[in-house]
Antibody, heavy 120, light 106 residues
Framework: EVQLVESGGGLVQPGGSLRLSCAASGFTFSIYGIHWVRQAPGKGLEYVSS???????TYANSVKGRFTISRDNSKDTLYLQMGSLRAEDTAVYYC??????????????WGQGTLVTVSS | EIVMTQSPATLSVSPGERVTLSCRASQSVSNNLAWYQHKPGQAPRLLLYGASTRATGIPDRFSGSGSETEFTLTISSLQSEDFVVYYC????????FGQGTKLEIK
């Protein structure tokens, strides 16, 4: 069974840092790209960042230069290092597996999310 | 950025009814369109990709259609567990989501 389990969320002050983790199981982690998606309170889903199976990375403009995505294939784990956090980064953060189809990726399995709250 | 617009925001329907949810893209996304079901506190669940292909394990009461800019998700006979939020997402040019349609029991 494919499983993605996020952790590392919590309360952090504006300007602070936090590292999220996404532990994968039930599939060969190293051959899949993985995304981070977030949902602010009362809002819809927003793409945050992706990493391909080869380590290529992309970021939404809203987090570029502040967030860093990485992966450790030996631990089947994805990371999101978040810095210079702002109140508008408050959200539930989900990781999702990427599947290549018809020239692009869709997201087939998601974790249950971890809540990040940025507040003083 | 491609903007995805879902309508309506909330839909009141009765169990057993057939319902159609709409999703419009601000420019063509070909058929690079997915639908997700999201229950509070749970992982979003992929229902359809390629606008109309059901994901693994999805019941056939869920169906999708459309291409370019206009898409629909149809649930043929609503079950109690279907009264949650549904999102469309384009993956043609980056990734953007609609704001969601919430199904509530009438």
């Amino acid at each position: 069974e494919v499983q993605l389990v996020e952790s590392g969320g919590g309360l952090v002050q504006p300007g602070g840092s936090l590292r999220l983790s996404c532990a994968a199981s039930g599939f060969t982690f190293s051959i899949y790209g993985i995304h981070w998606v977030r949902q602010a309170p009362g809002k819809g889903l927003e793409y945050v960042s992706s990493i391909t199976n080869g380590g290529g990375t992309t970021y939404a403009n809203s987090v570029k230069g502040r967030f860093t995505i990485s992966r450790d294939n030996s631990k089947d784990t994805l990371y999101l290092q978040m810095g210079s956090l702002r109140a508008e980064d408050t959200a539930v953060y989900y990781c999702a597996r990427a599947v290549w189809y018809s020239g692009s990726y869709y997201f087939d399995y998601w974790g249950q999310g971890t809540l990040v709250t940025v507040s003083s | 950025e491609i903007v995805m617009t879902q309508s309506p925001a909330t839909l009141s329907v009765s169990p057993g009814e057939r319902v159609t949810l709409s999703c419009r893209a601000s420019q063509s996304v070909s058929n690079n369109l997915a639908w997700y079901q999201h229950k509070p506190g749970q992982a979003p669940r992929l229902l359809l990709y390629g606008a109309s292909t059901r994901a693994t394990g999805i019941p056939d009461r869920f169906s999708g259609s459309g291409s370019e800019t206009e898409f629909t998700l149809t649930i043929s006979s609503l079950q109690s567990e279907d009264f949650v939020v549904y999102y469309c997402q384009q993956y043609h040019d980056w990734y953007t989501f609609g704001q969601g349609t919430k199904l509530e029991i009438k």
